[in-house]
């Protein structure tokens, strides 16, 4: 079946209970089991197992092509759960270079701590890969597209490096979504989402979701559910309702990054515009190779520095100034202040965001209407 059948009837509830067409929200921490039965066949909200986290693991695992799946409290509950189910004292993991801020806060301040350290790659040149290797190496860790540089790494070589040496290896998948990109399709072993962006796509939930293999989804379901980082029932049924119009927001919002970032990059009042599919960046062809489109997410600079990216910030009228991306509407933020707030200016600085950085991240509006407001943003600058 296409993506978009598949979204709107795998996982659905074939009994249709008291004839609903939409899925009930089971509000239950528990359920009556007969006597016998063993504790696998219990189910609790906590050990993932509900009839609503049931539907969803199903249809999210399809989505991906993936065997299996499970849904956690947040994105970063799915991150910080896999890496603890999968390493140990004395592990090390390989980590691309310029991580989403809280992942790597996750890398250098919480697993050193359970005694696991990390080797920080070039994502653009495999050749130094081999170098990073010890014997202690067990997990890659990548994104698909970085936040906020939009860089797009060697994605296939990085999953056939992890594979020739016996690595797991693991793809933060956000910023592209299934509709976009299928990492497991070129050989990736577990594909992380933060589902309180596009997968969800309404701005209303925190979740996260780890696709794969039955043996490592049960690997890390175990230990999910001695961490507790569930997501209840009500979410669930949101993400799963959210999940039905994905495509059709996903391509809306490549079509808007597209419009939006041509548009900036022929302002006069714009440095500097990031987007993948602009012939400009510099992975533009190898993100055409792998990505079916580039996603709503747009950086840039405003001549004239800071300043005068707040003043245009305050003067837009549509998008709404707030972390976050992936729902209907557009949201713009500048990263040194929300997502790597806590990287020190030296840091910064040497992943390439500066203080005037300004992402965009792009809703289902009409593209004239947003370009028309960023004209008038830009064009009140003193």
């Known amino acids: 079946m296409e993506l978009e059948t598949i979204l709107i009837h ?20 528990t359920f009556e089991s007969r006597p016998g039965e063993s504790y696998d066949d219990i189910r609790y909200a906590r050990l993932n197992n509900t009839p609503n986290h049931a539907a969803l693991h199903e249809k999210l695992a399809s989505v991906s092509g993936g065997e299996s799946c499970v849904v956690t409290g947040s994105g970063m509950a799915a991150i910080s759960t896999s890496l603890l189910a999968l390493l140990g004292p004395g592990d090390d993991l390989l980590a691309q270079d310029c991580l989403y801020g809280g992942t790597h806060g996750l890398l250098v301040e919480d697993l050193p701590a359970a005694g696991i350290s990390h080797t920080t790659i070039d994502m653009g040149d495999p050749d130094s890969w081999e170098e990073a290797l010890c014997a202690e190496t067990k ?24 594979r020739s040496n016996g690595l797991v ?6 910023f592209c979504s299934p509709v976009n990109f299928r990492p497991l399709d070129i050989g990736f072993d577990i594909e992380l989402h933060s589902a309180t962006k596009y997968l969800n796509g309404h701005s209303d939930i925190v979740a996260g979701v780890v696709i794969g293999s039955q043996s490592k989804i049960k ?32 391509k809306h919002q490549n079509d808007n990054g597209l419009a939006v970032a041509r548009y900036l990059e022929s302002h006069s009042r714009i440095a500097r515009v990031i987007y993948p599919g602009l012939q400009s960046h510099p992975n533009h062809e190898r993100a055409t190779r792998l990505f079916k489109g580039f ?5 840039f600079e ?8 707040d003043q245009m910030i305050a003067n837009l009228q549509l998008p709404m100034f707030a972390p976050s991306l992936g729902g209907v509407e557009t949201l713009i933020t500048r990263p040194m202040l929300t997502t790597h707030r806590g990287l020190t200016p030296e840091e910064r600085a040497c ?6 950085l300004v992402r965009v991240a792009l809703g289902i509006e009409a593209a004239d209407d947003l370009c028309d407001d960023f004209g008038q943003a830009l064009a009140a600058l003193t």
Request: glycine content about 10%.
């Open 219 to 250: 690997q890390i379901t175990h230990r999910l559910n001695h961490l507790g980082g569930c997501l209840d029932p009500h979410a669930c049924f949101l993400l799963h309702r959210g999940l039905k119009t994905l495509s059709l927001r996903v």
């Open 295 to 299: 996603g709503g997410v747009v950086s």
């Open 169 to 174: 290896s693991l793809i933060d998948c956000t």
């Open 302 to 309: 405003v001549e004239g520095g800071a300043d005068a990216a």
């Open 139 to 162: 997990v890659v860790y990548v994104e698909a597209m970085t936040n906020p540089l939009l860089d797009v790494g060697c994605l296939e070589e990085a999953a056939e490096f992890a």
């Open 10 to 29: 795998t996982g659905e509830d074939a009994a249709r209970t008291h004839g609903a067409v939409a899925p009930p929200i089971y509000q239950s921490a």
């Open 351 to 356: 992943a390439g965001i500066s203080d005037s």
